[in-house]
């Protein structure tokens, strides 16, 4: 249970808070314009799959502060770092490669932090009648944030932020923010992604429960008219998350052509040491060579990056990818053949078909 409302603790975090990543700032609340800060250390990031609230529990100490405070102490970051991103469009291996960028010993990683969840849906309603936020008072959450994700410890060299596949529609406002940032933007071709969606056990409600913003986002990205969320199979939602997230990655990788490179799953893991020699050299880091030598041997290929306690490697999800194929062959076959309608009647989405190889 997260404490609350002790002048001991509340002291404390505020003093971390400017000059280590200890102080971290696990939620936002937009209704009482506070965040959460609580008390971490390098070995809880190291091991946090997701830095939402499973990262809480009975010995978790923090408080709530409003956005003022915070953001004064903020102003006056220290250890600050270069701060990059790693975008996907969901289930294409980014949390792998966050966690073989963590093996440099030189990165911070950061992954999935929850109050970028919360701008993203902030930014959604921004300029409508029923935003919480300003754009002014939007924008000067995003810098808080962004320099309390900039800050790192001793050996850092630089921060590697890995978002959620949904909060790629961000990517061009917090790129903006931040000039210095780079990031990756990781994918699947059409036909391994809905294979690797469907072949999971909790597929449809995580289809269903993204589907909205997604269909909103590329319904207005296109001029076709979209069928409606509630009639489309297993297969055309995933068609259509896929849609929305490629279109979402296009559009980001043209915007920002000399600060974002699209990486491949399946072609990373082909060559895994030069796909993070990429990775590395795009985000600044030194070229070890000890590392690239080692890396394709790493545990973390052995382990299923967001439980490290079960087993996953590639040779398993080649597996994993062989089964849904066949199990979930119709609705893949049906996927498919939804996004080559839509491409025969709508420019836009021809171009982000035809550009991903289907």
């Known amino acids: 249970m997260v404490s609350n409302g002790q002048a001991g603790l509340a002291d404390d975090l505020l003093a971390r808070l400017p000059r280590s990543p200890d102080a971290y700032p696990q939620k936002i609340d937009l209704v009482r314009e506070a965040a959460l800060l609580v008390l971490f250390d390098e070995n809880v990031y190291r091991s946090a799959s997701f830095l939402d609230d499973r990262i809480l529990g009975p010995a978790t100490r923090g408080a709530w502060f409003p956005f003022g405070r915070v953001a004064e102490a903020s102003r006056s970051g220290q250890n600050l770092r270069p701060l990059h991103f790693i975008f996907h469009t969901g289930h294409v291996g980014s949390t792998l490669l966050s966690r073989l960028l963590d093996e440099t010993g030189v990165v911070l990683?950061?992954?999935?932090?929850?109050?970028?969840?919360?701008?993203?849906?902030?930014?959604?309603?921004?300029?409508?009648p029923d935003s919480l936020l300003s754009k002014a008072q939007f924008e000067l959450v995003l810098t808080m944030l962004m320099r309390m994700w900039s800050r790192g410890y001793e050996a850092t060299r630089?921060?590697?932020?890995?978002?959620?596949?949904?909060?790629?529609?961000?990517?061009?406002?917090?790129?903006?923010?931040?000039?210095?940032?780079?990031?990756?933007?990781?994918?699947?071709?059409?036909?391994?992604?809905?294979?690797?969606?469907?072949?999971?056990?909790?597929?449809?409600?995580?289809?269903?429960?993204?589907?909205p913003e997604r269909?909103?986002?590329?319904?207005?990205?296109?001029?076709?008219?979209?069928?409606?969320?509630?009639?489309?199979?297993?297969?055309?939602?995933?068609?259509?998350?896929?849609?929305?997230?490629?279109?979402?990655?296009?559009?980001?990788?043209?915007?920002?052509?000399?600060?974002?490179?699209?990486?491949?799953?399946?072609?990373?893991?082909?060559?895994?040491?030069?796909?993070?020699?990429?990775?590395?050299?795009h985000f600044g880091l030194p070229r070890d060579a000890g590392y690239l030598s080692r890396v394709?041997?790493?545990?973390?290929?052995?382990?299923?990056?967001?439980?490290?306690?079960?087993?996953?490697?590639?040779?398993?999800?080649?597996?994993?990818?062989?089964?849904?194929?066949?199990?979930?062959?119709?609705?893949?076959?049906?996927?498919?053949?939804?996004?080559?309608?839509?491409?025969?009647?709508?420019?836009?989405?021809?171009g982000v078909v035809s550009g991903a190889g289907l």
């Open 158 to 211: 630089t921060v590697v932020l890995k978002t959620t596949s949904s909060t790629g529609r961000l990517a061009g406002t917090v790129l903006s923010a931040s000039q210095q940032s780079r990031a990756v933007y990781m994918n699947l071709r059409a036909e391994p992604y809905l294979a690797t969606l469907l072949a999971g056990e909790n597929s449809l409600f995580d289809l269903r429960g993204h589907g």
């Open 296 to 350: 394709s041997q790493s545990a973390v290929l052995t382990r299923y990056s967001k439980a490290p306690e079960y087993a996953y490697t590639p040779n398993i999800r080649a597996e994993v990818l062989h089964d849904s194929r066949h199990a979930n062959r119709e609705e893949i076959h049906r996927g498919i053949a939804w996004l080559e309608r839509l491409a025969r009647s709508d420019n836009a989405i021809a």
């Open 215 to 281: 269909m909103r986002r590329l319904q207005s990205r296109i001029a076709s008219e979209l069928p409606p969320l509630h009639a489309m199979s297993i297969g055309e939602l995933a068609a259509m998350s896929w849609l929305a997230e490629t279109r979402t990655q296009r559009e980001t990788l043209e915007r920002f052509a000399d600060r974002v490179i699209a990486l491949d799953f399946d072609e990373f893991l082909s060559s895994v040491a030069a796909g993070v020699e990429r990775v590395s050299g």
């Open 109 to 128: 990683s950061l992954r999935e932090p929850l109050p970028l969840r919360s701008l993203a849906e902030a930014f959604d309603v921004l300029n409508h």
